[in-house]
């Protein structure tokens, strides 16, 4: 419980660090304006900001060592960052004694050294928030490599489109390498380039070639999102689907690196609708979610429209609704975890749009075994959260004759080996989660 606590107030640290810099912008402000006969009334704001200054430093120190205690990251930097921290907060503190009237000394000293002094404090500020984002984002966030960093022209033909360049780095860089670079390497694990993907982290081969199963990367991607080993981390933002799409082919194809063609990739017609939606050389309206345009790839029992009151008639009875494709009309809907709503209760507004909804997450809600007849209605469901529930086998029984299943979470229920061999009659069930519940 302490370990917790003091994790999560280590998070403060980003969202108090601001406050110091606030404070100490504006006593720089008031101090230069006093030098003005028409401000000269400001002269004693200066020392109560940095007053506020001062203690907010104090603050973000505190949270900011807490943070350093949970984090990975570069030794160098972070010593830096502490030491240049602390000492912002102790001058400012001083100077702060010397700014007031009690002791007399800011006249002694004279205005302008004062005024030097106050500026020169904003530039041990910029050091101190400098090296904290290098700590955040990396040593070269702010250098003279990224200013003059010419990215890779966008591919105009997919012909042009390199599979690791275009697409796989792309994908690591945006959602990865923020925890794992060479300054920040979580897990001991760099995703900055090709070649240090190759050589994986502390729980092993990241990727390997030809093989979903073994390469770890692709595992903790694609895990159910409360897992405590899904990756990205923390809240950030997941692999959209198409990113996930395009990690899983570029891995089944063999983990190519620099300079190979996606259209030299075997297999690669499968995958092109969404590779150039993905890029940008389709007129896809859905680029981040878009569904391959070959009709042989959509379940064609999914019907094309939907009667859009009964979509308002489920939200108006509490449950989130996302439309994930217009044609067919595909619906993903949750229940929100500790509703108080009984499936009983709703069951007629999901029966009328059972065969639209391809999602459905049921987590947490006091779901009972009886309560899941309805599923039968359910012929194009592919994904179901059934997980903190107190279902049994029985709940199995409903699922096992669902053809378009692949992906069920029953974590934390009470379900036994007796569940996962009846799953198993249905070749299309090709995950099954069942972490903390009664299965051994």
Known sequence: MLLDIFTFSGRLHPLIVHLPIGFLIIAIVFDILSYIPKYQNLKPAVSITLFLSFIAAILASVFGYLLSLTGEYDLNILESHKFSGILFALLTGIYWLVSIDTFNLRSKMGNRLNSVLLIGLGVLLAFTGHQGASLTHGQEYLSFKVLTYKSRNKPKTINEVLIYEDLVGPILKSKCVQCHRADKMKGDLNLESFSEVGKGGKSGHAVVAGNLEKSELFRRVTLDSDHKEFMPSDGKPALTKDEVEIVKFWINAGASGDNV??????????????????????????????????????????????NMADINALREKGLKVRIMLNKPLMLDVTLRSNSGIKLPEISPVLLKVSKNIIWLNLSENEIADTDLNILKEFHNLEKIRLDKNPITDQASEFLVGLKKLNAVNLNETNITEKSLNILAKNPNIKTVYSWNSKHK
């Open 261 to 306: 063609q996606f259209i030299s990739m075997k297999d690669h017609q499968r995958i092109r609708p969404v590779i150039e939606s993905y890029v940008g050389l389709s007129s896809s309206s859905n680029k981040l979610e878009a569904i391959p345009s070959d009709s042989s790839l959509l379940n064609p029992d999914i019907p094309t429209d939907i």
